[in-house]
């Protein structure tokens, strides 16, 4: 294993930790409060989508750009992979109108476990691999997005009233 690859691994088990401690934050804070007296976090709301809105114009600019690899596109790609790992652990503070975590936070999920993958992959040189969990990813939060604003859905109904 040459020096590059045993970098990359290091900064991925980093972003993995931190991932992990945030988690485990999220669940101890959770903790403190009942579940049947939990009511959204206001905070939660708008850090969600401060994270968001920027992150789908943000993945659609790196998805369909011609040139990939560059230093824009890598740069770019950090953001769009800060903003999707603080959107996915965020959205465990949205809950569901019931008060509870629905299907949509499988996208979450999927995005923690995916991210470290697709950079992995990238730094690896299996660009075939990386555009493929990237595609998924991004695609996810299309479909997270559309299954959470959809009228009568939790973010619809925290938003619009």
């Known amino acids: 294993m040459t020096a590059a690859p045993a970098n990359s691994l290091r900064r991925i088990g980093l972003m993995a930790l931190l991932v992990l401690g945030a988690i485990i934050l999220a ?29 789908l114009p943000l993945g659609a600019w790196l998805l369909w750009r011609p040139r990939k690899g ?19 652990i965020d959205s465990f503070w949205i809950r569901t109108i019931t008060g509870g975590i629905g299907p949509i936070h499988i996208f979450s999920v999927v995005t923690i476990v995916q991210l ?14 990386h555009q493929r969990i990237m595609r998924g990813v991004f695609f996810g939060l299309i479909a997270a997005g559309f299954f959470a604003m959809a009228p009568g859905r939790t973010l619809w109904a925290l938003l619009f009233g």
């Open 116 to 129: 470290p993958r697709a950079i992995w992959f990238a730094k690896t040189g299996q660009i075939e691999r």
């Open 70 to 88: 560059d230093s824009a596109h890598r740069i770019g790609g950090r953001i769009w992979v800060l903003l999707m790992i603080v959107t996915a």
């Open 27 to 55: 669940i101890l804070a959770r903790s403190v409060t009942g579940p049947s007296d939990y009511r959204t976090p206001a905070w939660a709301i708008w850090v969600h989508l401060a994270t968001v809105v920027p992150a």
